[in-house]
């Protein structure tokens, strides 16, 4: 099962036949990464998780700043997570070896016995904010943000509070988030059905945009079956954040949903699905039992529903993803030409291997379509 809001991480077992390590991508692609939600930090005060092969923890200081540091202090190299004994005191990180204390810039600004060394700062990854969800970047060589993700000042009126839950597995973004292209499993995996591009995939620069359509027929909550049919405009930008505003056109229902992949160990990655519905205000002939239910009930509960789709989807998804091998050069068929741009538009993730050609497993490098 899902853990409830982000609160929790279900973890799926590895599977035993999980890909040998021959055919594998660099595990830590260049971009920006999910760390925690506004609200989790609230709660907690202090985080500590498995970010891009690292140990990190997550604060924010009084006036709402967050920080993502490494967690280890530079003094003599306490760990800084709350299980360590790591606090948060009016807004600084203090280290429970010995009572050194970092503000959201990671520097050293007091000591109980001496006065702060300036040359003792922790190692921080510049952040940005999304609807209270918090990214931190993750730059080649430690080098600084080379794009950012949009701000997103999404309207939030008449719309349900973001619901995040998350998923475990061993896998990697790249794959993750080639599925946003690869129409063609909507189908197989999915079993919608109708499913067309609507239009080719833009890329520019690290942003990319598919849109798609399918129709299915699903059984929502204690409704009858319905027949759904659904445009969805996805919107990537890097590997760890994907934006999808889908439309159903039967029910008239809005919703958003962010796909956000982040690297764990160069194993794992979280998966965290993101997700609000608007208020149906018009509820439609097929959703009226919805009627009988007040409006602000009525948003959530399709939220959750949405939710349920979305939870069987990403499962059937994971069954590919947690057991696959990456090919470096997929033999495609012609219909699959978005996947050859996509894994074209990704080469900027990987500046190292982008300097050189790219070794595949003959050496090539390429992503070959085949003749039909
Ligand atoms: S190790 Fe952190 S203050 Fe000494
Ligand atoms: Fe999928």
């Given at each position: 099962m899902w853990a409830s809001r982000a609160f929790g991480v279900h973890t799926v077992p590895a599977p035993a036949?999980?890909?040998?390590?021959?055919?594998?991508?660099?595990p830590f692609p260049e971009g920006w990464y999910f760390v925690a939600s506004r609200r989790e930090l609230a709660r907690r005060g202090l985080i500590a998780r498995q970010w891009m092969g690292l140990d990190v923890v997550a604060w924010a200081d009084d006036q709402g700043r967050p920080c993502v540091a490494e967690?280890?202090?530079?003094?003599?190299?306490?760990?800084?997570g709350p299980d360590g004994g790591g606090a948060i005191c009016d807004g600084r990180l203090v280290c429970p070896f010995h009572g050194f204390e970092f503000d959201t810039t990671g520097q050293?600004?007091?000591t109980p016995y001496a006065?702060?060394?300036?040359?003792?700062a922790l190692r921080v990854f510049d952040t940005r904010e999304v609807l209270g969800m918090v990214f931190a970047w993750w730059g080649?060589?430690?080098?600084?943000?080379q794009w950012h993700i949009p701000a997103?000042?999404?309207?939030?009126?008449g719309w349900c509070e973001i619901d995040i839950r998350t998923l475990r597995f061993p896998g990697h973004p790249q794959e993750t988030t080639e599925n946003a292209v690869d129409i063609a499993h909507l189908r197989y995996?999915?079993?919608?059905?109708?499913?067309?591009?609507?239009?080719p995939i833009e890329i520019d620069g690290a942003a990319l945009h598919s849109r798609f359509r399918f129709k299915s027929d699903r059984r929502?909550?204690?409704?009858?079956?319905a027949s759904l049919d659904v445009t969805a405009a996805a919107s990537v930008y890097g590997l760890g954040f994907s934006y999808v505003e889908i439309r159903e056109h039967n029910l008239g229902l809005d919703s958003r949903m962010w796909i956000l992949a982040t690297p764990l160990d160069g194993e794992q990655i979280d998966l965290a699905i993101a997700s609000q519905v608007r208020e149906l205000t018009l509820p439609r002939s097929i959703a009226w039992?919805?009627?009988?239910?007040p409006r602000r009930r009525r948003t959530t509960l399709l939220n959750r529903f949405l939710n349920y789709l979305q939870q069987r989807d990403v499962q059937q998804d994971v069954t590919i993803w947690s057991r696959k091998q990456h090919r470096h050069r997929p033999r495609l068929?012609?219909?699959?030409g978005e996947i050859s741009k996509y894994r074209a538009y990704c080469a900027q993730f990987y500046p190292a291997q982008h300097a050189q050609p790219a070794s595949g497993e003959d050496g090539s490098g390429s992503v070959r379509v085949a003749a039909a």
């Open positions: 036949d999980t890909a040998p390590t021959g055919s594998r991508l660099p967690s280890y202090c530079p003094h003599l190299g306490a760990y800084l050293c600004v007091a006065p702060a060394p300036r040359s003792a080649l060589d430690g080098r600084p943000p997103q000042n999404l309207e939030q009126q995996v999915h079993g919608y059905g109708s499913v067309a591009q609507a239009e929502l909550g204690p409704l009858p079956y039992p919805l009627n009988i239910i068929c012609r219909s699959d």
